[in-house]
């Protein structure tokens, strides 16, 4: 068993993978709190209360109530609550009936089990009774009678603690939650950097790293999703951890809503680190008997640097997060219309492109915004989800049949999420989108954010598109959500729940997503918002893959890849070869530089193929071999940062090894071109150092030893841009 309680010190001791994380029971008053994170120790003797600095007498509350402040300031508890004297970071804020804010918390009971139960309606990583074990500890407020049930799960093979919490009114008034964060973790010392992941449109999930210092940092959304801006991840690193080396600690919340990540450095020079729901915009009302249940943290401990931060969060998300049967599958290579015609298309000229697409090896074709309703620009239409037989000449059918005799598949578009006021939707329902009575609703993109809360309207916009993907052989959807939540108001929800609204909002999201999925399993679900405003990990619970960024620039790509990468596994990363100059920034790279960036993610084309210069559209068919040689490789080995060129400007470099160590995949960007300036020179990682590994280009071998510690010279790129592949097999 990965959890165990052990009786004679009061502890709980989970182990997990390489990691151990101990919770202590402490005090009379059965305080609980956090004793260790870090890397795996033995169960004897640990020193739990010099831990928790509870043995230095004046800070233990039934021994010397006259400083029981200075305990809750100090205490590293497991699950703060706001209001009686712990001043930090809290995570639970209540607003009782009598108008009062405070609440307390004491440990009533637990019990471990085998395996992981599912969040009710959430998205959450999954495990079978041989991989995990699961903590319920029962935590009480007596005056409130509100029950806190703290859910832990210990991964056996993988340094993966999960949490979450659920909340239960067992008095018999109403409460209201302010704030039902998912999990605090205490950290000795305060020499850590934090790291994270900031952007904007066309320029996501940008790595941050700065010193923690003292005071708070704050990543969060209140967006209703998290937006192109902040990533629900945050990692506290050792200050002097590099790439390899040191203590990481990861986290990442499974939750595609609004949230709020803190990391503190307190008074004594400690770490706190809480996350969960954004406390802002939520209010939820718990009449007796009524829970609620806190979204899933993922905690990934690495004594192995970033890069080992990485690989575990990959291992994990890559099985026990995703559903879908396309998972450990390879993904067809498909061509979206988008970048090739925007709204300027019909039968005839989707046609032409598959036809070309299909004779060059590509195997879907994806019929992107501008199929339905009177849509020809993005100013009306969303909420028609009606075919457009006006472009789709002959019907939905006649196309999708016309596509699979040329022996592709073919996806399609949705935004089901919006409504046009130009729109038959709206004018039948305008009560049916997010807004106050009486207040003009800010439009983004021209469009309203449905009230899905409302189960009619959730109702009536799943039934169009059932109806749609009923008709035809339709395979994949590309399920698009292009404005943030605003004027928080539902027409549905009584006054005392328009605080719910945002976190009803996803949950109704996620309820869309799941029927989506189990009436239509065999339609590969890519999500996207913007580009890349939704990647995370509840988003991949439902489908595999997400649009990573509508920069599909190569060079751009780079960055914006590479820190997706940082927690998303490679075979997550929606990634295509796209025309140029480019339409985002109007650069132009290599055809060939393009493939070998679009080929670290789920790799496809987004171009007129009718269009292109003849030697671009050549190389199609070497890049479709290259797919199918490599793409297994890619999506299930494990992932190397070898340069950055945001630090030494001029290349970037990674690679992924099988499992095995028997074969390798090195990606090389120049991306500019400086004469006698630097060398060259990369150290290979994760290969076996004894084995002998053959480069299949060159046919040059060389021991895994002196490709890891001596390197290699890149040598043979001219010119900007430029980039090669080498392939590593054992000999
Ligand atoms: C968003 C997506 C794009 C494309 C357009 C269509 O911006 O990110 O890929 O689908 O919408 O309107």
């Known amino acids: 068993m990965g959890i165990r309680y052990l009786a004679d010190q009061r502890l709980f001791k989970l182990d997990a993978g390489d990691a151990s994380y101990i919770i202590g029971i402490v005090d009379e008053e059965q305080f609980l709190g956090h004793v260790y994170f870090g890397r795996r120790i033995s169960d004897s003797f640990i020193h739990s209360d010099s831990l928790m600095r509870i043995n230095e007498s004046p800070f ?55 395996g992981k139960p599912p969040l009710d309606g959430l998205p959450a990583t999954f495990g079978n009774d041989e991989d995990c074990t699961t903590l319920k500890i029962v935590c009480l407020d007596r005056i409130l009678n509100l029950e806190v049930i703290l859910l832990y799960t210990a991964f056996e093979h993988l340094n993966v603690i999960t949490r979450s919490a659920v909340i239960r009114n067992s008095g018999n008034d109403p409460i209201s939650l302010t704030k039902a964060l998912s999990c605090c973790v205490d950290l000795d010392g305060n020499d850590y950097d934090i790291i994270s992941l900031h952007g904007s449109w066309a320029r996501e999930r940008h790595i941050q790293r700065i010193p923690m210092g003292l005071g708070k940092k704050v990543i969060s959304s209140n967006r209703g999703e998290p937006g192109h801006q902040y990533n629900p991840f945050v990692a506290v690193a050792e200050s002097d951890a590099t790439e390899d080396f040191g203590e990481v600690y990861g986290f990442n919340l499974v939750y595609s809503g609004n949230f709020y990540a803190c990391v503190e450095g307190t008074q004594f020079e400690a770490a706190r680190i809480v996350m969960g729901i954004n406390p802002t915009d939520f209010r939820w009302l ?96 969303l909420g028609d989800w009606v075919v457009n037989e006006e472009k789709l000449k002959g019907g939905l059918r006649h196309l999708v049949d016309e596509v699979n005799k040329l022996g592709m598949g073919f996806g399609i578009w949705f935004e089901p999420e919006m409504v046009s006021p130009d729109s038959d ?26 009230d899905l809360a409302n189960p009619e309207v959730a109702d ?15 395979t994949y959807v590309k399920w698009d959500m292009n404005r943030p939540l605003t004027d928080l108001g539902s027409n549905w929800l009584p006054p005392e729940r328009q605080g719910e609204l945002s976190h009803r909002y996803i949950l109704a999201v996620y309820k869309m997503m799941d029927r989506l999925t189990t009436d239509f399993p065999h339609i590969l679900l ?3 918002s913007g580009g890349g405003a939704r990647f995370d990990p509840g988003m991949l619970y439902y489908g595999p893959q997400i649009w990573c960024s509508d920069n599909t620039d190569a060079i751009d790509r780079l960055i914006i890849q590479r820190g997706t990468a940082m927690v998303y596994p490679l075979s ?142 890149i040598t043979g790129l001219y ?13």
């Open 60 to 114: 233990v509350p039934s021994k010397n109530n006259r400083d029981r402040l200075s305990f809750y300031d100090t205490f590293p508890s497991e699950y703060p609550t706001h209001g009686i004297g712990d001043f930090r970071e809290t995570c639970l804020g209540i607003l009782d009936s009598g108008g009062h804010t405070a609440s307390k918390l004491e440990f009533v009971s637990y019990e471990i089990m085998k």
């Open 286 to 381: 718990l009449e007796p008997g009524q829970e609620f249940t806190a979204p899933e943290v993922v905690m990934v401990y690495s004594y192995q640097g970033i890069g080992g931060m990485t690989r575990t969060f990959h291992d994990l998300y890559r099985k026990p997060l995703i559903r879908s049967s396309y998972r450990d599958r390879k993904r067809p290579i498909l061509i979206n219309n988008w970048e090739a015609t925007y709204f300027n298309f019909d039968t005839e000229k989707l046609l032409a492109i598959a036809r070309e697409a299909s004779s060059l090896g590509i195997e879907m074709l994806v019929m992107d915004d501008g199929w339905f309703g009177r849509r020809n620009s993005d100013n009306c239409s």
């Open 425 to 450: 939707l709206y004018r039948a329902h305008p009560e049916w989108c997010i807004h106050i009575e009486g207040r003009t609703a800010g439009l983004a993109r021209n469009q309203y954010v449905l």
């Open 526 to 528: 890519e999500n996207c």
């Open 719 to 731: 010119g900007d841009f430029r980039g090669k592949l080498i392939h590593l097999t054992a000999v």
């Open 572 to 713: 997550t990363i929606g990634a295509h070869v796209s025309d140029c100059p480019n339409h985002t920034v109007n650069r132009t790279t290599p055809f060939e530089t393009r493939g070998y960036v679009a080929l670290a993610g789920t790799f496809g084309y987004e171009l007129d193929v009718t269009k292109i210069p003849e030697e671009d559209r050549k190389m199609i068919p070497e890049q479709v071999k290259m797919y199918h040689k490599y793409n297994d490789l890619i999506r299930e080995g494990d992932y190397y940062r070898i340069a950055d060129f945001s630090d030494n400007h001029l290349y970037d470099a990674w690679m992924v090894v099988s499992k095995d160590k028997k074969e390798a995949l090195v990606t090389y960007i120049q991306v500019y071109q400086r004469p006698n300036h630097r060398s060259r020179r990369i150290r290979l990682k994760g290969l076996d150092e004894n084995t002998v590994y053959r480069d299949s280009l060159t046919g040059e071998s060389c021991s895994g030893s002196a490709l890891m510690y001596a390197g290699i010279n």
């Open 460 to 474: 009536a916009v799943y039934d169009m598109m059932k109806k749609i993907l009923s008709e035809a052989n339709i």
